[in-house]
């Protein structure tokens, strides 16, 4: 009953209003970009490699699910706008500004607003992972940043930053497998086989990474990174 009495207004492609045609189109483009926005900014920033390096330390950890996931997701978000401020403002500076002037199209916007996202991306991508989507798609070998597409260099750009991440992750596991190792041995030779290794290193590990500051050095090289 209460849809009723709204007036949902109807889209006529025929119409003879253009301007309206034209609104209504733009609008649905902004909602379809808005729909996007997490996958653009999963896959075109920072956020994979940081989201990914935090799990591997809950795993190193094995504290189950402490800190949360949306503590885990929350930093990873903020520490990518932190990351990224700098991309982010040349795109606003470039794109986003003259095109609310009107100083220039949607076109053009995109066009200078894709520039500096293809160098922080070129930056932290693999030649041979470029060189596998380029190859694929029987492209040419680009001779400047601006000949690389996008539609290649995303994807390139996302397993460089899942190799990347299995890395640093590696590099944070070993120290809790030496203490996972040493408390397994150290029962063992006591005679304890029936008592969880887990439950006695668990502690030792958050002691460890207490007393190292760990979240600080995760944080620290993870910005050095970039």
Known sequence: MILAFLEIPALDIFSEDTENLTSTI???LILTVLSLAPAI???MTCFTRIVIVLSFVRSGLATQQMPPNQVIVGL???LTFF??????SEVNETALQPMFEGEMSQEEAFEAAAVPMK???AEHTREKDLALFMGYAGEERPETLEDIPLTSLVPAFAISELKTAFQIGFMIFVPFLVIDMVVASVLMSMGMMML????I????KVLLFVMVDG????VRSLLFSF
Request: aromatic fraction near 16%; hydrophobic fraction near 75%.
């Open 26 to 28: 733009q609008l649905v």
């Open 201 to 204: 290193a668990l502690p030792f």
């Open 41 to 43: 900014l999963i896959l």
């Open 119 to 121: 160098s922080f991306m």
């Open 76 to 78: 990873a978000l903020f």
């Open 83 to 88: 990351i990224m401020a700098p991309v982010f």
């Open 196 to 199: 969880p290794p887990v439950m």
């Open 215 to 218: 979240w600080h050095l995760i």
